[in-house]
């Protein structure tokens, strides 16, 4: 520390004003605990963040921390479990404004890869990493219900489309597995860069295998999209 810098420029600001932190339920007090705890993991990643940087970030004691919570782990897994469930809210809400299974597709594929999300799939990445290196198998199967929830939305799209004339797919399962291994798949070589990727090269690549999947034609042209800045 140079002698410019005080102990108090180097504390994390507080996330919660006092006034919003007296008198709350327990799962208010959870829930703000672990809303201070996402952008820490943003920023450092998931590994670097502790009790006291959670703590400091949400403006309470180590001791109110760790009285909700059993482990730095458990909230830091919570502070995941909001990020991921409100990134991909606003995909399935996207998905149902959209007129038809194609159109949605589109939308999430949009989505899914811009400069925005990079953030996004750098915590995403994290968090099954942390994931592998727990014991706990609570931990795991959260980890496993989430994603199997992502798969859910793709088959259930796929599925839609078949109805509606719009697809012809005899394996929405299939189809679902492997649209997102290659989702993963290219976001991790967009994070790593290795070979380069743009974001444009991305969904180029998603909607490919979509078109030929699906046995589509030229109905999934890039546009802008409206979703996470895309």
């Known amino acids: 520390m140079t002698a410019s810098e005080s102990p108090a420029a180097r504390t994390p600001r507080r996330a919660v004003a006092a006034a919003a932190r007296t008198r709350q339920p327990t799962e208010v007090r959870r ?15 998931y590994a670097s963040v502790g009790v006291r940087d959670v703590a400091a970030a949400a403006g309470v004691s180590v001791g109110t921390v760790t009285y909700h919570f059993g482990s730095v782990q458990e909230v830091l897994s919570e502070a995941m479990v909001l990020h991921i469930e409100r990134y991909y809210a606003a995909l399935s809400e996207a998905a149902e404004r959209a007129s038809g299974s194609a159109e949605a597709l589109r939308l999430l594929v949009d989505a899914l890869f811009t400069e925005d ?4 799939w ?3 990445f994290d968090y099954w990493n942390a994931g592998d290196q727990d014991p706990d198998q609570g931990f795991a199967r959260g980890q496993a219900q ?23 797919c005899d394996d929405p399962d299939g189809f679902a597995a492997r649209f997102a291994a290659l989702a993963d798949g290219l976001a991790l070589q967009r994070l790593r860069q290795a070979p380069p990727l743009t974001t444009e090269d991305a969904r180029r690549h998603l ?3 979509i ?12 546009r802008p999209s409206d979703v996470h800045g895309g």
């Not at 859910?152 to 109805?163: F, K, M, N, P």
Request: proline share 3%; aromatic share 8%.
């Open 31 to 45: 829930r703000l605990i672990a809303e201070a705890a996402v952008p820490l993991i943003a920023e450092r990643g």
């Open 117 to 120: 999300t990079d953030r996004h």
């Open 122 to 124: 750098r915590m995403w």
């Open 146 to 168: 989430r994603y199997e929830a992502w798969h859910g939305q793709i088959r259930s799209l796929a599925g839609r489309g078949v109805d509606d004339g719009e697809f012809i």
């Open 207 to 209: 909607k490919r295998f």
């Open 211 to 222: 078109e030929t999947e699906l046995r589509l034609a030229d109905v999934l042209p890039d």
